[in-house]
């Protein structure tokens, strides 16, 4: 079966704490939450979205694997455990270069997340996100990307994957095969 590997065309990180500022020019994407110098917390989030159209029509989805690269884990798994990160369907569109905290989209509960490991760090984590992809292919939902939240209940929490334009992107690897 053919397998089609898709970069973002949108991917960024928003910030609690800094609620009107946009980070699309900062090659990493953010999840988490962290304590700022006045001792104030600071929830990361970060927002992704693919182009699908790569898929041919008339094809269904077999399987779609967001892969993400864990450049950073400030809590080691003796310190914390779970630390999953969780996918939410964005229920209005983004752009990278636009969205800030205040201004993020609202989202949906998919049930998806990946609990996050010392041994990711350093490596590509595989999250299926096959049921999200086929919504957005069939026309089912729109594909206005999703959100991957992290730990905002517990300080310290940051976890940072790389982002678009890195040696490590975010990938999709779609499997697809003809109806046919």
Known sequence: ???ITLLPTEDVYISQYFPSS???AVPVLFIGE???NEGL???YRSLLKFDLSAVPVGNTIVSAILRLFVSRKDKTDIQ???QPATIFRNLEDFSEVTVVWNTQPEVAATGIFKNIVDTDLGT???IDITD???SWFCGCAPNFGFEIRGREDVIDTIIAF???GTATPPLLDITFQSLA
């Open 22 to 24: 946009n980070f699309s």
């Open 41 to 43: 917390p600071d929830a």
């Open 132 to 134: 999200l992809v086929r």
């Open 162 to 164: 790389t982002a678009n």
């Open 124 to 126: 590509y984590i595989n």
């Open 34 to 36: 962290y304590l700022q």
């Open 80 to 82: 914390l455990t779970p």
């Open 1 to 3: 079966m053919p397998i």
